[in-house]
Nanobody
């Protein structure tokens, strides 16, 4: 049974940092992604990382967010720096089993989703 569990969300002031974690179980080789959904908006792509560490970011988050993973711990991280009020959202991790180290940016490309963790950035 596949399970993704996010943690690390919370309340932070603008300019601050947070590190989100996503612990995965029940998967072998997989690409991970982070998405976020603000109130009244659609869920949007944030970043993705392949099993061997290739990454891709949504343009507006490049330079502020860093996705990484520890395969021994089956955990993916999202380091978020210089946070802005508009980064406030529920952040979701997602996984897609693939042996080919592919990057995925669309929601419908992912098979599994976590429950989400709230990030609130105050001004």
């Amino acid at each position: 049974q596949v399970q993704l569990v996010e943690s690390g969300g919370g309340l932070v002031q603008a300019g601050g940092s947070l590190r989100l974690s996503c612990a995965a179980s029940g998967l072998t080789v997989y690409t991970m992604g982070w998405f976020r959904q603000a109130p009244g908006k659609e869920r949007e792509f944030v970043a993705t990382i392949t099993w061997n560490g290739r990454t891709l970011y949504e343009d507006s988050m490049k330079g502020r967010f860093t996705i990484s993973r520890d395969n021994e711990k089956n955990t993916v991280y999202l380091q978020m720096n210089s946070l802005k009020p508009e980064d406030t959202a529920v952040y979701y991790c997602a996984a897609r089993s693939t042996p080919w180290n592919q990057l995925f940016t669309r929601r419908d490309e992912y098979n599994y989703w976590g429950q989400g963790t709230q990030v609130t950035v105050s001004s």
